[in-house]
């Protein structure tokens, strides 16, 4: 009888041309009246801008459903992908996302693309709100010439590579150069730059992917630049104290006009490996081999600054420097992509134009995170950030704007996903593979061994 019932209960939350199957004893009335008060909210993206929406959607609504989606068939976004593995401490968050993911009124959906398998108006039709947390996946370019050259790289593929994203697993760069110049000078960079010069047995006990630390092994990077157009008051790193910008330029200007004691300056005379910033370069074009087949510098235009505050900027003062290297990073900043024609999207912010979360002109459409305000800021910005659109969302939810009829919500996606061929990967199934991955871990004292295929993830879900 029970089945019965479910079916009737996806007819009632579209147009009803059937009649109740006898033995249904809930009244399409009664069904009505569960469903307004049981809101249906679908979130695209499962890292810390989609599950902290999730989090205070569930938080401040007691009946609130929550479903999200994600293309990877693993959860956590930039917290699996982008923080660096030297930095385990940033990841505890996932602790916090996972009991999300268990509350009986939130389910995650991997293996989802957006855009490809199911539309974004698909999701309107089925859910009273939707909320695009899906990031920045893309990376801008540099638009200079040689670009293109072997040995130039983003960092946002880097990073991807060390971390275990798939689509980066055979990167394969060649570390085989003495320099690496990475262009930049934001948090991304400084993590790539620690990451090629942290010795490998450092790394051994974090959750870097093998491959990577084998390449790392191999590796004859010793020096390694970091580029900025503007000047060390307007670099993009931060550090985690308060008053962050003074106590970091009071770091920079200690570093550079101190004289460093005995023992310190011992240390870094013995040093195998160094860095160092070079500010008011910009790059102008990579340099590339006599061969032309790979990178073998860098031409950087100097730089002076112009205006006052924020309407300072970096103008070319008519001279160049040429910056030896074999690798190159760029590290200038990620941005969004589009994700559905119907979603209104800023090409030149790279974000979908919204207000306080509302997409502009389209009720019931919210975003959060990268996508709503740009890459910029740490996890705690972007929880503070997600926060804010949870709280506009059930405000109008409230205040009546968000339709008051009943949605099916996952049961009608379903559907469409299973006609299609997609097969979703539940939470359970993530919770299979992440078990394998620290059992993986456990034989060389990692605390996971991520996987990096696919393909293999499917298979050992028995798909």
Same mark, same amino acid.
């Given at each position: 009888m029970a089945p019965r019932c479910w079916r009737w209960w996806y007819w009632t939350a579209w147009p009803r041309t059937r009649p109740p199957p006898a033995g249904c004893t809930l009244s399409v009335r009664q069904q009505f009246s569960t469903q307004e008060q049981m809101p249906q909210i679908c979130v695209v993206g499962s890292g810390p801008a989609g599950f902290y929406t999730a989090q205070h959607l569930l938080k401040h609504h007691p009946r609130a459903h929550v479903d999200i989606f994600e293309k990877q068939l693993v959860p956590f976004g930039l917290v699996r992908f982008g923080v660096a593995p030297d930095h385990p401490e940033v990841k505890n968050v996932i602790n916090t996302f996972t009991q999300t993911a268990h509350s009986d009124r939130c389910a995650f959906h991997g293996n989802v693309v957006v855009g490809r398998d199911v539309t974004v108006p698909e999701l309107r039709e089925a859910y009273h709100a939707v909320v695009l947390s899906y990031g920045a996946e893309d990376h801008q370019a540099l638009g200079i010439p040689g670009e293109e050259l072997p040995g130039v790289f983003s960092a946002r593929a880097f990073v991807g590579w060390y971390n275990g994203l798939p689509e980066n697993r055979e990167l394969a760069p060649d570390l085989s150069c003495d320099t690496a110049v990475i262009l930049g000078q934001g948090n991304v960079a400084l993590d790539v730059a620690r990451i090629l010069l942290t010795p490998p047995e450092h790394l051994e006990k974090t959750d870097i992917t093998e491959a990577a630390l084998g390449v790392l092994r191999q590796s004859r990077v010793k020096t390694v630049w970091i580029v900025g157009r503007r000047g060390p008051l307007q670099v993009a790193f931060t550090i985690k104290v308060p008053r962050p910008r003074k106590r970091l330029t009071e770091l920079l200007l200690r570093t550079a006009t101190e004289k460093p004691g005995a023992e310190e300056? /011992?240390?870094?005379?013995?040093? %195998?490996?160094?860095? #160092?910033?070079?500010?008011?370069?910009?790059?102008?074009?990579? &340099?590339?081999?006599?061969?032309?087949?790979?990178v073998a510098g860098i031409r950087l235009a100097v730089t002076r600054l112009e205006g006052v505050g924020d309407t300072t900027r970096a103008v070319p003062t008519g001279d160049v420097e040429d910056l030896p290297c074999g690798l190159v990073l760029s590290s200038v900043g990620y941005k969004s992509r589009p994700i559905?024609?119907?979603?209104?999207?800023?090409?030149?912010?790279?974000?979908?134009?919204?207000?306080?979360?509302?997409?502009?002109?389209?009720?019931?459409?919210?975003?959060?995170?990268?996508?709503?305000?740009?890459?910029?800021?740490?996890? /705690?910005?972007?929880?503070?950030? %997600?926060?804010?659109? #949870?709280?506009?969302?059930?405000?109008?939810?409230?205040?009546? &704007?968000?339709?008051?009829?009943?949605?099916?919500?996952?049961?009608?996606?379903?559907?469409?996903?299973?006609?299609?061929g997609v097969r979703p990967v539940s939470f359970s199934d993530w919770e299979k593979l992440d078990a394998e991955e620290v059992s993986r871990g456990q034989g060389t004292g990692k605390p996971r061994e991520k996987l990096l295929d696919p393909q293999e993830m499917l298979r050992l879900l028995g798909r």
């Amino acid at each position: 009888m029970a089945p019965r019932c479910w079916r009737w209960w996806y007819w009632t939350a579209w147009p009803r041309t059937r009649p109740p199957p006898a033995g249904c004893t809930l009244s399409v009335r009664q069904q009505f009246s569960t469903q307004e008060q049981m809101p249906q909210i679908c979130v695209v993206g499962s890292g810390p801008a989609g599950f902290y929406t999730a989090q205070h959607l569930l938080k401040h609504h007691p009946r609130a459903h929550v479903d999200i989606f994600e293309k990877q068939l693993v959860p956590f976004g930039l917290v699996r992908f982008g923080v660096a593995p030297d930095h385990p401490e940033v990841k505890n968050v996932i602790n916090t996302f996972t009991q999300t993911a268990h509350s009986d009124r939130c389910a995650f959906h991997g293996n989802v693309v957006v855009g490809r398998d199911v539309t974004v108006p698909e999701l309107r039709e089925a859910y009273h709100a939707v909320v695009l947390s899906y990031g920045a996946e893309d990376h801008q370019a540099l638009g200079i010439p040689g670009e293109e050259l072997p040995g130039v790289f983003s960092a946002r593929a880097f990073v991807g590579w060390y971390n275990g994203l798939p689509e980066n697993r055979e990167l394969a760069p060649d570390l085989s150069c003495d320099t690496a110049v990475i262009l930049g000078q934001g948090n991304v960079a400084l993590d790539v730059a620690r990451i090629l010069l942290t010795p490998p047995e450092h790394l051994e006990k974090t959750d870097i992917t093998e491959a990577a630390l084998g390449v790392l092994r191999q590796s004859r990077v010793k020096t390694v630049w970091i580029v900025g157009r503007r000047g060390p008051l307007q670099v993009a790193f931060t550090i985690k104290v308060p008053r962050p910008r003074k106590r970091l330029t009071e770091l920079l200007l200690r570093t550079a006009t101190e004289k460093p004691g005995a023992e310190e300056a /011992a240390r870094q005379a013995s040093a %195998s490996r160094t860095w #160092g910033l070079r500010f008011f370069r910009s790059p102008q074009q990579v &340099l590339p081999s006599p061969d032309g087949r790979q990178v073998a510098g860098i031409r950087l235009a100097v730089t002076r600054l112009e205006g006052v505050g924020d309407t300072t900027r970096a103008v070319p003062t008519g001279d160049v420097e040429d910056l030896p290297c074999g690798l190159v990073l760029s590290s200038v900043g990620y941005k969004s992509r589009p994700i559905d024609h119907s979603v209104p999207f800023d090409p030149k912010l790279g974000v979908i134009p919204n207000m306080e979360g509302r997409v502009v002109d389209v009720p019931g459409l919210y975003c959060s995170g990268w996508v709503k305000r740009g890459p910029t800021g740490v996890i /705690a910005t972007t929880m503070t950030d %997600s926060f804010l659109t #949870g709280q506009m969302l059930l405000q109008d939810l409230k205040a009546g &704007l968000l339709p008051s009829g009943p949605r099916p919500g996952y049961v009608a996606i379903e559907a469409l996903l299973s006609s299609r061929g997609v097969r979703p990967v539940s939470f359970s199934d993530w919770e299979k593979l992440d078990a394998e991955e620290v059992s993986r871990g456990q034989g060389t004292g990692k605390p996971r061994e991520k996987l990096l295929d696919p393909q293999e993830m499917l298979r050992l879900l028995g798909r």
